[in-house]
């Protein structure tokens, strides 16, 4: 499982506080990709609610991440819309009990 990589666990922790991110959001992407979308709940950090996206590629590697970089990818403004909207129909899943069809969101 690509959610258990060393890579993984790194990119989903919060770059200011370096504790693990809260997952938000798991979001089909391009190509067989997963954007995954974390949010900081540390109190105090500059980043906290602030989210990031780790996408893992098909194949399990995390997708344009370069070591010794030690900013993570800008994504795409149309990526991070989408894991937004992702976001948001999960909280209206969560506040309504109601259920959206996979795909209704794209
Ligand atoms: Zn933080």
């Not at 798991?26 to 950090?45: A, K, W």
């Amino acid at each position: 499982m690509a959610e258990t990589t060393p890579e993984f666990t790194e990119a989903s922790k919060c770059f200011r506080c370096k504790l693990p991110g809260e997952p938000a959001a798991t979001v089909p992407s391009d190509g067989g990709s997963t954007l995954h979308v974390f949010f900081c709940r540390t109190e105090g950090c500059r980043w906290e609610d602030t989210s990031w996206v780790v996408q893992v590629m098909k194949n399990g590697t995390l997708a344009h991440r370069r070591k010794g970089e030690k900013d993570f990818p800008v994504m795409p403004q149309w990526q991070i819309d989408r894991a937004r909207r992702q976001i948001e129909v999960i909280e209206h899943e969560q506040a309504t009990g109601t259920q959206t069809g996979p795909g209704d969101w794209s």
